[in-house]
């Protein structure tokens, strides 16, 4: 039995948390993108094109903040679902999965940067 009338202001929080931590997640994979290296086509090897072969570590710095800021809106997100989310209609799904990738970019960019 749901006895709220209305959403109150620390569900609607939450809902724009989860949206934000989908938004992130977004950036994060953009990032691990662009700094992984480029991989050889027929194209390129027609044409004899210079490629790069490492890790861009200026992106792999860039992924370490993003995922890192990631984390902590997840883990904040996590705490306040679990103190004002006690419904089920209330999204945490998100804040999870969320979380764990952003764990698992954290841990594959610390290994490239050795």
Same mark, same amino acid.
């Given at each position: 039995?749901?006895?709220?009338? *209305?959403?109150?202001?620390?569900?609607?929080?939450?809902?724009?948390?989860?949206?934000?931590?989908?938004?992130?997640?977004?950036? !994060?994979?953009?990032? #691990?993108?662009?700094?992984?290296?480029?991989?050889?086509?027929?194209?390129?090897?027609?044409?004899?094109?210079?490629?790069? %072969?490492?890790?861009?570590? *200026?992106?792999?710095?860039?992924? !370490?903040?993003?995922?890192?800021?990631?984390?902590?809106?997840? !883990? #904040?997100?996590?705490?306040?679902?679990?103190?004002?989310?006690?419904?089920? %209609?209330?999204?945490?799904?998100?804040?999870?999965? %969320?979380?764990?990738?952003?764990?698992?970019?954290?841990?594959?960019?610390? !290994?490239?940067?050795?």
């Amino acid at each position: 039995m749901d006895r709220r009338k *209305q959403s109150d202001f620390w569900a609607k929080i939450l809902f724009y948390l989860n949206i934000f931590a989908w938004g992130l997640l977004l950036i !994060i994979f953009f990032i #691990f993108h662009r700094a992984q290296p480029e991989f050889e086509t027929v194209f390129d090897r027609f044409y004899r094109l210079q490629l790069r %072969t490492e890790w861009d570590i *200026q992106y792999l710095h860039y992924l !370490i903040y993003s995922v890192s800021f990631s984390i902590v809106v997840s !883990i #904040f997100g996590l705490l306040l679902s679990n103190y004002r989310g006690r419904r089920e %209609t209330d999204q945490k799904k998100a804040l999870i999965i %969320t979380g764990v990738v952003s764990l698992i970019m954290l841990i594959v960019s610390m !290994i490239m940067l050795k």
